[in-house]
Each structure stands twice: as structure tokens, then as C-alpha cells.
Nanobody, 124 residues
Framework: QLRLVESGGGLVQPGGSLTLSCTTY????????LAWFRQAPGKEREGVAC????????KYGRSAKGRFTISRDVANDTMYLRMNSLKPEDTAVYLC?????????????????WGEGTLVTVSS
């Protein structure tokens, strides 16, 4: 059973930056495609970004393009989300998720395992 633990959330001012981390436990992340999601109060969960096992394929949701960067360190079973130019509308619980796959370049939002999330609040 794969377990995912997010960290790095907190309070940041508009225009600021934050880096989230997601570490996997229980199995090697070499077998999993990873992704970040977020859920704001009263809104549906949305896919923010995904990254393939190989790291060669990344995709971004509309709200993340140009401001967020997803990356992963397979050796340390950790994925990151660097968020720049943060806006109040980025306030949400950010969750990481994993999908077991045999395809090294798969990058999508249909996931098998979920973390509990870390809260990001963008406010002055």
C-alpha cells in the first residue's frame, strides 16, 4: 500500500512563492505516475499538474500554466510543486496522488492513491 505525505503548505502573501513536497512511502515511486490536485472551499477538486515516471512528460492545468513547476526526485521518492506569483484564488488544500503504471511516460489525473493534503493560504 503506497502512502503519500505532503508538506510545505502555509500562509503566503499575494505575489509570493511556495514549494510543496510530496514523499511516498511503502513502495518505490519508480512504479507510479504522480500528480498534484487542489480543492478550494466550496469548489470541486482540480488537477494542477502531473508528471510521468520518466519525468519526460508533464502537464499543467489552466490555473498553473506559467506560474507553477512540477518536478520529482525518484531517488528520494519525492515530488515537488514550485508555485510562483501566487494569488488569493490559489488558496486551497493541495493534495498529491499516485497512479500505478507500466508506462513511463503516462501523465494523467486518474489516480489510485491520495495524500491527506496541505493547506496553502494566499492572503495579505
Amino acid at each position: 500500500q503506497l502512502r503519500l505525505v505532503e508538506s510545505g503548505g502555509g500562509l503566503v502573501q499575494p505575489g509570493g512563492s511556495l514549494t510543496l513536497s510530496c514523499t511516498t512511502y511503502g513502495d518505490s515511486s519508480n512504479y507510479y505516475q504522480l500528480a498534484w490536485f487542489r480543492q478550494a472551499p466550496g469548489k470541486e477538486r482540480e488537477g494542477v499538474a502531473c508528471i510521468s515516471i520518466s519525468g519526460n512528460t508533464v502537464k499543467y492545468g489552466r490555473s498553473a500554466k506559467g506560474r507553477f513547476t512540477i518536478s520529482r526526485d525518484v531517488a528520494n521518492d519525492t515530488m515537488y510543486l514550485r508555485m510562483n506569483s501566487l494569488k488569493p484564488e490559489d488558496t486551497a488544500v493541495y493534495l498529491c496522488a499516485a497512479k500505478y503504471t507500466l508506462w513511463p511516460n503516462r501523465c494523467g489525473y486518474d489516480m489510485d492513491y491520495w495524500g491527506e493534503g496541505t493547506l496553502v493560504t494566499v492572503s495579505s
